[in-house]
């Protein structure tokens, strides 16, 4: 009716997710003149060769573990009273200092950007996407063996990684549960 149909409908279940100004910010960053930098970043960097070097990498180890800590911190957080989402906090109405540049907050449109900048961002994360997709199978011998790298490097190193993680998880979960038993 308003004209956003499907961005205000998009905007309200990712605030029934609980993402609320999270969400704002994410999708101001990244539909807005500011997201250039990391469109830009993103457009330059070939995203599957980063991840297997963070995943396979010997100078990675640390940034690995790093990684697995704070997931399993994640995992490991007490859920809070009341059943909710650990994330899932409200938001109340903007900052004097933030309507002016972007208006009075509304849960039913968290984020209101001209048509223009939005056309604008998703032809600029369309060329985004498809430079990954052309790095992704060209030249054409570049697609199987990087299918072999995903299977044969990449997927058992990840699941080795979470399997840690949520076996930290667990142990941190176990050691809070002995110390809460002992009082």
């Known amino acids: 009716a308003d004209g956003r149909g499907g961005d205000a409908e998009r905007a309200e279940g990712a605030l029934a997710e609980g993402l609320g100004a999270a969400a704002a ?11 250039a930098t990391l469109r830009r970043l993103l457009y330059d960097v070939d995203l599957f060769e980063a ?45 004097d200092a933030a309507a002016k540049g972007w208006g009075t907050y509304s849960e039913d449109a968290p984020v209101m950007l001209p048509q223009s900048a939005v056309q604008k961002s998703r032809s600029a994360w369309g060329f985004v996407l498809r430079r990954q997709l ?34 930290r998880a667990h142990r941190q979960k176990e050691a809070r549960w002995r110390a809460q038993s002992k009082h």
């Open 25 to 35: 910010v994410e999708q101001r960053l990244l539909q807005t003149a500011e997201g």
């Open 51 to 95: 991840a297997r070097e963070f995943l396979v990498a010997a100078q990675a180890a640390p940034l690995r573990r790093a990684a697995v800590e704070a997931l399993a911190a994640r995992w490991s957080a007490p859920k809070p009273a009341g059943g909710t989402k650990r994330f899932g906090r409200v938001f109340g109405p903007r900052s």
């Open 134 to 167: 052309r790095r992704m199978v060209l030249p054409p011998w570049r697609l199987p063996i990087r299918t072999i790298q995903f299977l044969c490097q990449m997927l058992p190193v990840s699941a080795a990684l979470l399997v840690r993680a949520r076996w």
